[in-house]
T-cell receptor, first 113, second 112 residues
Framework: SQELEQSPQSLIVQEGKNLTINCTSS?????LYWYKQKYGEGLIFLMM?????EEKSHEKITAKLDEKKQQSSLHITASQPSHAGIYLC?????????????FGQGTELSVKP | EAQVTQNPRYLITVTGKKLTVTCSQN?????MSWYRQDPGLGLRQIYY???????DKGDVPEGYKVSRKEKRNFPLILESPSPNQTSLYFC???????????FGSGTRLTVV
């Protein structure tokens, strides 16, 4: 089983709608990263969260890490076709051992005009 | 431009023929990693390096070798490739390992 579970695995939304992607672990997350990937291409770093309760925003994307540091959510407001792609959460679940990141399976987002 | 450069982008090879995928970063990053991405399995870490001459196994190291003789380079070596190593490979680097990784564009490897 995956140490990081993402849901949903795929999502189709109408342009302009809001959406949320979740990333859950049974272990404490020491550093939670969100990346976006265009099909077959490299990963683009979106945001990193470290502290329980932390929330960050960039343009129309907001990411949160819960107080227990076991769940993160990525929220997109007023989605656009440019938001389409695969969203991946990554995390270091072993404190003070930077370099060993694990990833969720990814969420494939399609935005219909 | 700050970047991670992987070569080649695409490679088709035959079973058993040794190959090397190169990775180079120009950001003076200490940490570098190799991942493979497969449908339904997501990204899995193969090997990582915390500095020159310091490497460690990730979750799927079997069949792969790495070396870190210089800070900027972290090649991935397949001594005897097999068809189950057909995958999309990514190299990534980070200043400390805790502040986000920069990923290369990927190498799509097919072993026939």
């Amino acid at each position: 089983s995956q140490e990081l579970e993402q849901s949903p695995q795929s999502l189709i939304v109408q342009e302009g709608k809001n959406l949320t992607i979740n990333c859950t672990s049974s272990k404490t997350l020491y550093g939670l990263y969100w990346y976006k990937q265009k099909y077959g291409e490299g990963l683009i770093f979106l945001m990193m969260l470290q502290k329980g309760g932390e929330e960050k925003s960039h343009e129309k994307i907001t990411a949160k890490l819960d107080e227990k540091k076991q769940q993160s959510s990525l929220h997109i407001t007023a989605s656009q076709p440019s938001h389409a792609g695969i969203y991946l959460c990554g995390a270091d679940i072993r404190n003070n051992q930077g370099g060993k990141l694990i990833f969720g399976q990814g969420t494939e987002l399609s935005v219909k005009p | 431009e700050a970047q991670v450069t992987q070569n080649p982008r695409y490679l088709i090879t035959v079973t058993g023929k040794k190959l090397t995928v190169t990775c180079s970063q120009n950001m003076n990053h200490e940490y570098m990693s190799w991942y493979r991405q497969d449908p339904g399995l997501g990204l899995r870490q193969i090997y990582y390096s915390m500095n020159v001459e310091v490497t460690d196994k990730g979750d799927v190291p079997e069949g792969y070798k790495v070396s870190r003789k210089e800070k900027r380079n972290f090649p991935l070596i397949l001594e005897s490739p097999s068809p189950n190593q057909t995958s999309l490979y990514f190299c990534a680097s980070s200043y400390t390992g805790f502040y986000g990784y920069t990923f290369g564009s990927g190498t799509r490897l097919t072993v026939v």
